[in-house]
Every structure is written in C-alpha cells, then in structure tokens.
C-alpha cells in the first residue's frame, strides 16, 4: 500500500523559511520521479517542484524558482523541499507525490498535507 506521509510546515514569518519532508513507501521510490505539489485555499492543486530519479534534474514553478530547492534521498525514500523567503502567497496546504511524465501528473492518492502558513 503506497503511502506518502507529508511532515515539517508550520506558521512562519515572510521571509522566513520552512524544510518539508516526505516519506514514501509501499512502491520503489527510486524508480520515480517525484514532486511537491500545493493547494492555496480555494483552488486547485498546483505543481511546485520536481526531481528526477537519480536527483541530477529538477524543474520548478515561476513562482518559487530561487527561493525553494527539492531534493532527494533515495536511501531514506524521502524527498525534501527547502523553502527560503517565504512570501505570505506560499501558504498552502503541500503535498508530494509519484510523478508521471509529459507533465500527466501524479501516480497515487495524496497523504495529508503538511500546512504552510506564512504570516507576520
């Protein structure tokens, strides 16, 4: 059974900065593509980031180029989202998950989220 199990948001100031994580288990982790996807209140999922396999290519959202950096380690089977100079339009509900190619989404169910709110 694949699990995704989203940890590390919380209420921070603009500016400040935020580590999430995400374990994953239940189908082989290093054979997957994965991505920090997030909901901001009221609208749809939105893709954030994504690292390829072996963690040597990563592509992110206009939005967050230069202030957040995802990473992985397929040892632990967890991927990472560093998240520096938080803006108060970063808070969100975030989530990871398996992703497809082509730009055809994510493989699973979502986990629970992790909350990120951004605010003085």
């Known amino acids: 059974q694949v699990q995704l199990v989203e940890s590390g948001g919380g209420l921070v100031q603009p500016g400040g900065s935020l580590r999430l994580s995400c374990a994953a288990s239940?189908?082989?982790?290093?054979?997957?593509?994965m991505s920090w996807y997030r909901r901001l209140s009221g609208k749809v999922r939105e893709l954030v980031a994504t690292?390829?396999?072996?963690?040597?290519?990563?592509n992110y959202a206009d939005s967050v180029k230069g202030r957040f950096t995802i990473s992985r380690d397929n040892a632990k089977n967890t991927v990472y989202l560093q998240m520096n100079n938080l803006k108060p339009e970063d808070t969100a509900i975030y989530y990871c998950?398996?992703?497809?190619?082509?730009?055809?989404?994510?493989?699973?169910?979502w986990g629970q989220g992790t909350q990120v709110t951004v605010s003085s």
């Open positions: 239940g189908f082989p982790f290093s054979n997957y593509a």
């Open positions: 998950n398996a992703q497809r190619p082509y730009g055809l989404g994510p493989y699973f169910s």
């Open positions: 690292v390829a396999i072996i963690g040597d290519s990563t």
